[in-house]
């Protein structure tokens, strides 16, 4: 019927860093080589949502103001400095045979400065108001694809190292594969 709005959809809202240029194109081409090597063909995630998730902000129906607010509040206070981040080893997360699973690119040593802007948004997420994602969640990764193919985990041959400039809040509607930016902040050390 004209001038009825479709109900609101199950979403989440939360802080990530996007793959710069030269990142995703690094990664487009560790994919192709998947591509002749393991058989996979299809599921990879598009360009416009790859991401490092960094802090959940929480699930809604629809998209609560007041939550966007306070997270943009929280991602204009993070102060960290640029840097890189290398992903020398791609693994399988979750456990084998729990269907489809992330194919994700992983850090070998832990991503210290990823984990300083971890931590860093979590104080200004307290500081806003919300509640941070304890730091047993973060496990710093980049998913390439959803399957319930596994891959064996690995050292990757050309390790893919990201320039990390800006933070990003992302709102994603489940079930689909779009995201919408509400906001952006470069790093600033």
């Known amino acids: 019927?004209?001038?009825?709005e479709p109900p609101p959809r199950l979403g989440a809202v939360f802080?990530?860093?996007?793959?710069?240029p030269m990142g995703v194109r690094d990664i487009r081409s560790l994919t192709t080589t998947l591509e002749a090597?393991?058989?996979?063909?299809?599921?990879?995630?598009?360009?416009?949502?790859?991401?490092?998730?960094?802090?959940?902000?929480?699930?809604?129906?629809?998209?609560?103001?007041?939550a966007v607010a306070a997270a943009k509040r929280a991602g204009a206070a993070v102060r960290a400095a640029p840097f890189t981040v290398t992903f020398d080893r791609m693994r399988n997360l979750g456990r084998k045979g729990e269907g489809?699973?992330?194919?994700?690119?992983?850090?070998g040593d832990g991503a210290p400065a990823l984990t300083a802007l971890w931590h860093a948004l979590a104080?200004?997420?307290?500081?806003?108001?919300?509640?941070?994602?304890?730091?047993s969640a973060f496990t710093p990764h980049l998913s390439l694809l959803y399957s319930a193919d596994h891959v064996p985990e690995s050292a990757l041959d050309t390790p893919i190292t990201l320039a990390v400039r800006h933070l990003v809040l992302v709102h994603s509607v489940h079930g689909e594969t779009r995201y919408t930016l509400l906001g952006r902040w470069p790093l600033r050390g």
Do not use: N
């Not at 019927?1 to 009825?4: F, H």
């Open 1 to 4: 019927m004209p001038g009825l």
């Open 15 to 20: 802080f990530a860093i996007q793959p710069d």
């Open 37 to 66: 090597t393991s058989g996979i063909r299809e599921g990879w995630r598009p360009d416009r949502v790859l991401h490092v998730s960094m802090q959940k902000v929480e699930r809604y129906l629809g998209l609560p103001k007041d």
């Open 100 to 107: 489809s699973q992330p194919l994700a690119l992983c850090c």
């Open 123 to 135: 104080e200004a997420m307290r500081a806003a108001w919300l509640r941070p994602q304890p730091p």
